[in-house]
């Protein structure tokens, strides 16, 4: 990433900005229709319970939400109790986001992934994949080409 690439599109729904970055609105929000957005810090997702608790207090998770990571992203593929077309995470200081348990901060992001592509579709007949769900990831300049490169590895089919 360089001065001029003040964010890196991995996906239509998974964006990495530095911090002080921006994204260009029109490649995250709707021509039309109703966009919730949360915006969650990373440096206070320390641990698996505190960063379920700040997806539940800002995406209002249903009281039947199972704190784990299967009810994480059953309650991110759905959100409906939410009553809006679009919705939009931005995640602050991304780089800290569990950044003492590796496993879970694979998990993370991998279910950040995982629900974008399940809200992903194919515009046609243009042909272009767009997303109800996008995330932005902020970081710093020094850890923004790292977490783009763990995440596009996502994206590539298992090696067999």
């Not at 229709?33 to 320390?46: C, H, K, P």
């Not at 209002?60 to 939410?82: E, H, M, S, V």
């Not at 879970?104 to 991998?110: G, H, K, M, S």
């Amino acid at each position: 990433m360089t001065e001029e690439e003040p964010t890196i599109r991995i996906a239509p729904w998974m964006h990495v900005i530095t911090t002080g970055g921006f994204v260009r609105l029109d490649e995250l929000l709707p021509t039309s229709g109703s966009v919730y957005v949360a915006r969650l810090n990373g440096r206070d997702m320390t641990d698996e319970i505190s960063t379920f608790r700040q997806f539940d207090e800002l995406l209002k998770f249903p009281k039947y939400f199972g704190w784990n990571w299967n009810a994480f992203y059953d309650c991110l593929r759905d959100l409906q109790w939410l009553s809006s077309d679009h919705h939009v995470l931005v995640v602050d200081s991304a780089e800290n986001v569990l950044s003492e348990d590796g496993v879970a901060r694979e998990e993370f992001f991998r279910t950040l992934w995982r629900a974008g592509q399940r809200w992903s579709y194919v515009k046609r007949p243009e042909g272009v994949t767009l997303s109800k769900l996008s995330v932005v990831l902020s970081c710093g300049k020094e850890s923004a080409s790292g977490l783009a490169r763990r995440l596009g590895a996502l994206q590539a089919p298992p090696s067999s």
